[in-house]
């Protein structure tokens, strides 16, 4: 039985990168991560269980991120792209030995494998993420209503 839904991690302006579908997609991330922390029963075998359902979704739906988040790189040429890909890289090598070290039956905890998301997730938004919404702030133009944009004749040639 799951205690009462609490937060590890609450969603504030501070997350924010400014770009909404990527804002969207780190707050669901977020919400995994709460979903996760909420499945720490303190049952060895339900977190087991659950650690290994849940496992897959979270590479898939990080992966997914990742790939949206390169791809606004790429079209806005964002001069530190290869780093925050080496960096997206890693953290997919990272949680993929979290899931071979648990199908092989290494002992992977659930509460580990959350800190670590939510360590490297808050981490990576708050520093390496602001670096591309401050350059897309200098590309972007601003419409009559105040909001940003990106056109093609936004982006470095």
């Known amino acids: ?5 609490s937060e590890l991690i609450t969603w504030s302006k501070t997350l924010s990168v ?6 969207d997609q780190h707050k669901g991330l977020v919400n995994l991560i709460n979903e996760m922390f909420n499945h ?7 977190e087991y269980i659950y650690f290994t359902k849940v496992m897959n979704k979270a590479l898939q739906y990080i992966e ?3 790939a949206t988040e390169e791809q606004l790189m790429i079209v806005t040429k964002f001069p530190a792209y290869a780093d925050h890909k080496r960096e997206h890289n890693k953290f ?8 071979k070290d648990n199908e092989s039956g ?7 494998f959350i800190k670590f998301l939510k360590d490297w997730i808050l981490s990576h938004i708050a520093v390496r993420d602001k670096q591309y919404f401050d350059y897309f702030k200098k ?18 040639k």
């Open 106 to 112: 290494k002992k992977v905890t659930l509460s580990g």
């Open 139 to 156: 590309i972007a133009t601003r419409k009559a209503d105040g909001r940003l944009s990106i056109t093609q004749a936004d982006i470095p």
């Open 1 to 5: 039985m799951l205690r009462n839904y």
């Open 18 to 23: 400014g770009v909404k579908i990527i804002d």
């Open 64 to 66: 997914t991120h990742f």
């Open 92 to 99: 997919v090598l990272t949680v993929s030995d979290y899931i």
């Open 40 to 46: 720490v029963t303190g049952d060895k075998v339900q």
